[in-house]
Nanobody, 116 residues
Framework: QVQLVESGGGLVQPGGSLRLSCTAS????????MGWYRQAPGNQRELVAS???????VYEDSVKGRFTISRDNSMRTVSLQMNSLEPEDTAVYYC??????????WGPGTQVTVSS
């Protein structure tokens, strides 16, 4: 069974940066479109960035120009570099695939808190 584990979150001041990483077990990773999602308290989980198996990224409007998604298929990792962080970016961040077959089991997520 594929397992996803996110890491790299923390507390950062507005304008700061964090780099999130997600490591996946299982051989399907290299062919999967992967995404970073986030869920703030009281809100639904939302997709903020995705990347194809070939490395083509797509970003939600609110993070364009600030976040960069990347992947290393050999290491089964997908990363999210987050710059110019804003308080509105505060959420638990998760990675998962984007597939008509549905989500993989969700990992624990990693908390990002942007506050002065």
């Amino acid at each position: 069974q594929v397992q996803l584990v996110e890491s790299g979150g923390g507390l950062v001041q507005p304008g700061g940066s964090l780099r999130l990483s997600c490591t996946a077990s299982g051989s399907i990773f290299s062919i999967a479109v992967m995404g970073w999602y986030r869920q703030a308290p009281g809100n639904q989980r939302e997709l903020v960035a995705s990347i194809t198996s070939y490395g083509s990224p797509v970003y939600e409007d609110s993070v364009k120009g600030r976040f960069t998604i990347s992947r290393d298929n050999s290491m089964r990792t997908v990363s999210l570099q987050m710059n110019s962080l804003e308080p509105e970016d505060t959420a638990v961040y998760y990675c998962n695939r984007i597939s008509a077959m549905g989500f993989l089991p969700w990992g624990p997520g990693t908390q990002v808190t942007v506050s002065s």
